[in-house]
Nanobody, 123 residues
Framework: QVQLVESGGGSVQAGGSLNLSCVAPGRTFSGSAMGWFRQAPGTERDFVAFISGGYYTEYADSVNGRFTISRDNSKNTVFLQMNNLTPEDTAVYYC?????????????????WGRGTQVTVSS
């Protein structure tokens, strides 16, 4: 069972930045798709960003230009740099890992999930 562990969440004011990290142990990290999703209270878990094993990236329209996803295969870690945060970005952020995924912007495109890290942005 793969255990993903997120970190880096916290509370910031609007306009601030946070950098989330997620460690995914295992030898197959470099070939996996890594994604970030988020879930605000009373809403569904929504796609935020993903990065493929070949470093292709894709973002949700709501974060494009503000968030950057990256990965360090030597550390089995994926990052989500979040800039110019707004209160609408407040949510629990989840890391996910997928193997052979054909739907990396969908929740069902991933095999493993972390427990999430809270991000709170105040106005």
């Amino acid at each position: 069972q793969v255990q993903l562990v997120e970190s880096g969440g916290g509370s910031v004011q609007a306009g601030g930045s946070l950098n989330l990290s997620c460690v995914a142990p295992g030898r197959t990290f470099s070939g996996s798709a890594m994604g970030w999703f988020r879930q605000a209270p009373g809403t569904e878990r929504d796609f935020v960003a993903f990065i493929s094993g070949g470093y292709y990236t894709e973002y949700a329209d709501s974060v494009n230009g503000r968030f950057t996803i990256s990965r360090d295969n030597s550390k089995n870690t994926v990052f989500l740099q979040m800039n110019n945060l707004t209160p609408e970005d407040t949510a629990v952020y989840y890391c996910a890992q997928g193997f052979g995924s054909t739907a990396p912007t969908k929740r069902y495109g991933y095999n493993y999930w972390g427990r999430g890290t809270q991000v709170t942005v105040s106005s």
